[in-house]
Nanobody, 120 residues
Framework: QVQLVESGGGLVQPGGSLRLSCAAS????????MSWYRQAPGKERELVAG????????NYADSAKGRFTISRDNAKNTVYLQMNSLKPEDTAVYYC?????????????WGQGTQVTVSS
């Protein structure tokens, strides 16, 4: 049974930091690229950051560059998102995504999300 369980969300003041975690199980984590997405009320889900299966390459949305860092620990089947200098516009539900392409088949899994609220 595939599971992606996010944690670490919460309420933080502007300028503060949070570290999100996503614990994976039920699939071979080290073979999957991992990403963090977010969805704010009334907006579409958007990519925040991604990391390749071995962790050798990362990519970020412009809004996250310089403030957020994605990392992974394949020994712990966990991906992280360190978020610094948080802004009210970072308020959203943050989702963990795992994706792998094998031949012509794409495997795509999502977590249930964790709420991040940035407010004074």
């Amino acid at each position: 049974q595939v599971q992606l369980v996010e944690s670490g969300g919460g309420l933080v003041q502007p300028g503060g930091s949070l570290r999100l975690s996503c614990a994976a199980s039920g699939f071979t984590f080290s073979r999957y690229a991992m990403s963090w997405y977010r969805q704010a009320p009334g907006k579409e889900r958007e990519l925040v950051a991604g990391i390749t299966s071995a962790g050798g390459s990362t990519n970020y949305a412009d809004s996250a560059k310089g403030r957020f860092t994605i990392s992974r620990d394949n020994a712990k089947n966990t991906v992280y998102l360190q978020m610094n200098s948080l802004k009210p516009e970072d308020t959203a539900v943050y989702y963990c995504n795992a994706q792998a392409v094998v031949g012509r088949q794409t495997f795509d899994y999502w977590g249930q999300g964790t709420q991040v609220t940035v407010s004074s």
